[in-house]
């Protein structure tokens, strides 16, 4: 008993230090002198890492899950004879729930573990240490171009999933399944609203952008610096990052459409 | 070796513990303006921890270390920066950065702490990159360059912003024979034309006993004894006699503490 009780007080210490050490690192890295000239390249740089080669996971992903969803809606729908409001549910689902959350997974997967090895293997190597010898702040330097490119490449990459994942859709409710298009576009137009829908989904995925991309440059900059300490942490980004980002979508989904 | 002004470097009552382990004790060290400096001493004896204490990245458990009259420890983190482009350090991996070419990794150090045109900053580093023999190899990344090379790259990098004091953490380990004779070779020649303090932590005793003027032996968390090359040589202590001379057993034991070694076959499982 009294040894259950040890571990949990160690956890929970653990766990709070944790916390201490990578909201210290988020500071370190973001409250700070501007330095325009110095950081736009090395953003630049990062987003075309994070973003842009993310792209193609996202756009294949975002296809085929509006396929998905058109088909499953349409199999659902038809035998309560409203298959004509396919779009709206696909439209619905993509923007509020699966296009921040499912891209979230995805780039958690995709760029924050490349980014928690990244760092790792620049502890590994000493690079950050020799940064630090030569006189410049790995935090501004290495974690917060890296930071600022996840939060802000996470919901242009959302936003994209759902516009490719309603297209998908489309294709397949449409084109296969031969909805009539008028109404398709029309029901989806009617009820997608863009404050309570639209914007919501996107303030998820700017929250989920911060919380991913936060734990995947910690993880990488509190790393054991050998292989097998990178190796860990590099699960550990995927695993806490998409544990967070469901947490948080089910409080976030509260908060906006729960009516209480 | 009396006058304070002659020493770059002034470390007095140092320590220092990772965790319950005990590093440093009461660590007491002096090192000389305008010389080479060994730190030697076995492996895990924290030569390295000692050089990262210098650079002001661990903070000690209590004492003093002066660079030129600033104390390490107590400086802000904005002075601390300043302080370190006065220092250059040789890390045991090269430590370049990986997504920049050679030429880059050297003029890294330039671009962030002066405002030199271009053009000059081109003379700088190709400047530095003759010294250490590379030049011709600015445009390589750090993956194309073998281990020799890329410590030689990163010997260019710490000392392209003419620094007061250059640090080398185990120059020499890994190296082959020609590589190592190139490096000391350098440190040397580079040492005595730029006139810096040069620390080197190693344990490599030919090579170190070869180009250092003054040695520091550090065991158990303190300085056990230091000297000239020649003066360490004719010591007389079992400890000094046993890591000069290389004696696979002595004060420093060959086997880990253990228990009774019958005892324990005996027992079986």
Redesign the interface.
Known sequence: MLDRLQTLGHIGLEGLSALGRSGSLLAHALIARPQPMVMFPLLLKQIYFVGVLSLVIILVSGTFIGMVLGLQGYTILVSYGSEQAVGQMVALSLVRELGPVVTALLFAGRAGSALTAEIGL?KA???L?????????PYRRIIAPRFWAGFICLPILAAIFSTVGVWGGALVSIDWLGIYEGSFWANMQHSVDFYDDVLNGLIKSVVFGFVVTWVAVYQGYDCVPTSEGISQATTRTVVYASLWVLGLDFILTALMFGDF | MENIEDFTINISNLSFSRGERSIFRDLNMQIPRGKITAIMGPSGTGKTTLL?LI?G?LLPDAGRIELEGDNIPTLS?ADL??V??R???L???G????DMTVFENVA??LR??TDLPQDMIRDVVLMKLQAVGLRGAQGLMPSELSGGMARRV?LA?AIVLDPHIVMYDEPFTGQDPIAMGVLVNLIRRLSEALGHTSIIVSHDIQETLGIADYIFLVSGGSVIASGTPAELRADESEQVKQFMHGLPDGPVAFHFPAGDYQAELMKGL
């Open positions: 620049m190597t000493e690079q240490s020799s940064m630090e010898m030569i006189g410049v702040d | 990262k650079g990245q983190r920066f300043e370190r482009s220092m250059g350090m890390f045991q991996s430590a370049l950065f990986t890294f150090p962030v702490h990163a990098r």
